[in-house]
């Protein structure tokens, strides 16, 4: 333990910064996305470096400039954005097909009592239910085909997203609704007033779930019975033994990841306006 | 066409025995169930407020003050006892209510919630916009017509759902301690602006404060709640003339009279209330 000494006077100095996020220069938000680069580039030079001084083996790892020469050539021949746009569309429709019916379906479970009462137990049972273990069933239903790779997809998106939205709805704050009421808002003056736009927030949070799930999904289902789509392509590359073609998929699917992230969230600004800061 | 009405509205004032009751609470309790332990609220209440009146209740806290504006506004039902209320004019909503928390909504720009009472009951654009620039100059908050409510501050917002109840333009007015979060300059300044809206506009107010100060201000009548449960101590008619000015008011003797009168038994009041808190926490 430290002795207490005499009291020494200490001085904060706190100096005025201008107004923050104003004028030239980065904006915070923009620096902090700055740093975010800095993370990935140097890992990638202490890979390139542990690859060339041979401390990682280059058949299991390859580095990354090989990676890079390895995208360039499928991107001569046509073949990467071929895959890469199979597999865009139909994360696109198992998405759009999935977050719809399961907004729809939030919104009545949380709104009408009656209907959460039913619906709930039904959708605590079925939520658990690895998708991927579904896979052979709907691949015994639909086929093999973009029929079925949807399904596939859109299961896995429905279910996060009607938990948050039923949830937002019944989180919302119940002054909200002591103020419709008092300012004699119908029901469906309600809706659209408060109800929805209270329950954005989690709505949008249901959203990226279901985007990270449908991501997830579209590797499974386009690995087995699909001839076209990063997933498929990543397998292919598995049963040739073509390792760094393997690392190309990964790279294709972090990047697709990371654009629907950042689409959602462009969104996200675009309809719920009193986030910005 | 409101200007007729206002004439026959002054005319009646003018004969206050016969002013006609806008509001009459008989024998008002209220109950909530709490986890099998019954919380009495209000008990046996029983408030008459004439057209045009400006009534105020004041009570210790948790006395059941936000429960009887609630049980008017008919937010919440009472378990026993009869509430009676006239609506005159089918057109003009019956009541508005400012809410005691921050109930400005936080998707909605300063004046769309301020538009918020209009829009619901369809009054066109053109109306709604000129009523609602109306009171973003009464409240001061022209400038921040277009921001979201998180860039306010707290007394901002309380602004914000002043004028919105306002500008929806009810036969009754229920206020709950709508200036409590505002910095004193502010204060001032709209309990004198509510002053002088309601000399104009007449409109029967019921307003609930815990500062004796501002209900002798803005009210022809205070009433006075005992703690929990709550029921109704005393009534206070407040005879200073209006039009009101704020200094006028307070260095009018009679103000201190009324001031330390109201005091004295709202300090008992607080006492029990205190007393009561302490059993409750001992046990
Ligand atoms: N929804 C509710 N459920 C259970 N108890 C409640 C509810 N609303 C109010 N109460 C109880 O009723 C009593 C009166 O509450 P109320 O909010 O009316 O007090 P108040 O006079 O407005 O207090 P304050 O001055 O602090 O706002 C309190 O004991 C409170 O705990
Ligand atoms: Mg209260």
Redesign the interface.
């Known amino acids: 333990m430290q002795e207490q000494t005499a009291m020494e006077p200490i001085t904060f100095v706190v100096r005025g910064t201008g107004v923050k996020g104003a004028g030239a220069g980065l904006s915070p938000a923009s620096r902090h996305r700055l740093f975010g680069l800095a993370g990935p580039i140097l890992l990638l030079v202490i890979w390139q470096l542990l690859v060339m001084t041979n401390i990682l083996n280059p058949v299991f790892f390859p580095a990354p400039t090989q990676i890079v020469s390895e995208i360039v050539n499928n991107l001569t021949t046509g073949q990467l954005q071929g895959d890469v746009w199979v597999s865009i569309v139909r994360v696109f429709w198992g998405f759009l097909l999935g977050a719809i019916p399961g907004v729809i379906l939030g919104l009545s479970m949380g709104l009408f009592p009656l209907v959460g009462a039913i619906l709930d137990p039904l959708v605590a049972a079925l939520m658990p239910i690895p998708k991927l273990a579904l896979m052979p069933l709907i691949m015994v239903i639909f086929g093999l085909g973009e029929t079925e790779k949807v399904v596939v997809l859109l299961l896995g998106v429905v279910f996060p997203v009607i938990i948050n939205t039923a949830a937002g709805v019944r989180n919302l704050d119940r002054i909200y609704l002591d103020v419709a009421k008092n300012y004699n808002a119908s029901t469906w003056q309600y809706y659209r007033s408060v109800a929805w736009p209270g329950a954005l927030s989690m709505i949008f949070s249901g959203l990226r779930l279901g985007i990270g799930m449908a991501l997830l999904l579209i590797v499974a289902a386009e690995m087995h019975g699909a001839l076209s789509g990063i997933g498929y392509r990543l397998w292919y590359s598995y049963t040739m033994f073509n390792i760094s073609g393997m690392y190309v998929s990964f790279v294709v699917l972090a990047l697709l990841g990371f654009i629907f992230t950042m689409l959602l969230e462009e969104v996200e600004h675009l309809v719920m306006p009193w986030k910005r800061a | 066409m409101s200007a007729v009405s206002r004439g026959e509205f002054d005319g009646l004032r003018g004969r206050t025995a016969e002013r006609e009751v806008r509001i009459y609470a008989e024998a008002l309790s209220k109950q909530f169930q709490v986890k099998k332990k019954t919380v009495t609220a209000l008990d046996n209440v029983s408030l008459t407020v004439h057209e045009g009146e400006f009534v105020s209740l004041v009570g210790p806290s948790g006395c059941g003050k936000t429960t009887l504006l ?1 049980i008017i ?3 919440e039902t009472p378990t026993a006892g009869t509430l009676t209320m006239q609506h005159k004019n089918p057109q003009q ?1 019956l ?3 400012v ?1 005691q ?1 921050h ?1 400005v ?5 300063v004046r769309k919630n301020i538009a ?2 209009l ?3 369809h009054v066109p654009k053109v109306t709604t916009e000129k009523i609602v620039n109306e009171y973003l100059v009464k409240i001061g908050l022209t400038k921040f017509a277009d921001s ?3 860039q306010l501050s707290g007394g901002m917002k309380q602004r914000v759902s002043v004028a919105r109840a306002f500008a ?1 333009d009810p036969e009754i007015l229920l206020m709950d301690e709508p200036f409590a979060a505002l910095d004193e300059q502010n204060k001032l300044t709209l309990q004198q602006e509510l002053v002088r809206i309601w000399e104009e506009t007449r409109k029967t107010v019921v307003f609930i404060t815990h500062s004796i100060d501002e209900a002798i201000f803005l009210s022809d009548r205070i009433v006075v709640m005992t703690a929990h449960p709550g029921r109704i101590r005393s009534t206070f008619q407040v005879d200073l003339p209006r039009p009101r000015k704020i200094e006028e008011v307070r260095s009018n003797p009679y103000f201190h009279d009324l001031f330390f009168e109201i005091w004295s038994q709202l300090k008992e009041e607080v006492h029990k209330a205190r007393e009561l808190e302490g059993i409750e926490g001992g046990a």
Do not use: Q, V
């Not at chain 2, 909504?105 to 720009?109: I, S």
């Open positions: 609630r506004a008919g937010l909503p009541n508005s209510m809410f928390e109930a909504f936080p998707w909605m720009t918020y009472g829009k619901m009951r979201y409510p998180h929806n």
